[in-house]
């Protein structure tokens, strides 16, 4: 069976636990990390040298990084919808992950949701963190503007092209920072939210990560 271990409130595993819900994948989850520690266990290290979760175990795999078990499960069990036989069409969501891992993710989970939320209050470095919150405006106008005649970031249907940028969206609209208006990219969200996979794995409550 496969095995996904990580906490559920990781952000990085909320994204391959939501991928497997939407394949309907039969797994067991082993939280690690965070409160539940383990990540610097001998055991754990033999799977992840690096120590970082998501971790998963599938047929004998083990495969590490959130963008690379996303690519692996897509091309294992995805077919055409999460992972297109032709180069070119499997290109469009390669790039779109590419760029919420490269340009979306350091600035809102690591600018905005590290830097101002699970700091405290004491310790936040207000100009680093208003930096941050500028370029998070910058991205999800990009995101608005493409999403502007598409229901989904790759068309007509949910792929892996909206998974790492989507999983963003939770957080992003439960935190009390100024926001641009985004009328496509809020629409976006209430569609990700009337699939039960999103609600169930990426809406997690995230009070306990508070700095």
Known sequence: MLTIYGRRNSFNVQKVLWLVGE?????AHVPLGGAFGGLD??????RNPHGR??????????????HAIL???AARYGGERFWPADP???????????WAQTTLQPAFVDGVFVAYYRTPEEK????????AIARCAIHYTFLDQWLAN????????????????GTTLYRYFELDIERPSLPNVEAWYARLQERPAYRQHVMVPFAELKG
């Open 23 to 27: 394949l309907g994948l039969d797994h």
């Open 88 to 98: 070119v069409a499997r290109s469009f969501p390669d790039r779109w992950m590419d």
């Open 71 to 73: 690519r692996y499960l």
């Open 53 to 66: 979760i998501p971790v998963i175990e599938d047929e004998g795999a083990t495969v590490w990084e959130s």
């Open 150 to 165: 598409r229901p989904f970031i790759a068309g007509d249907d949910v792929t892996l092209a909206d998974i790492p940028a």
């Open 124 to 131: 936040r470095d207000w100009p680093t963190i208003r930096a």
């Open 41 to 46: 266990d001998p055991q754990f290290r033999v």
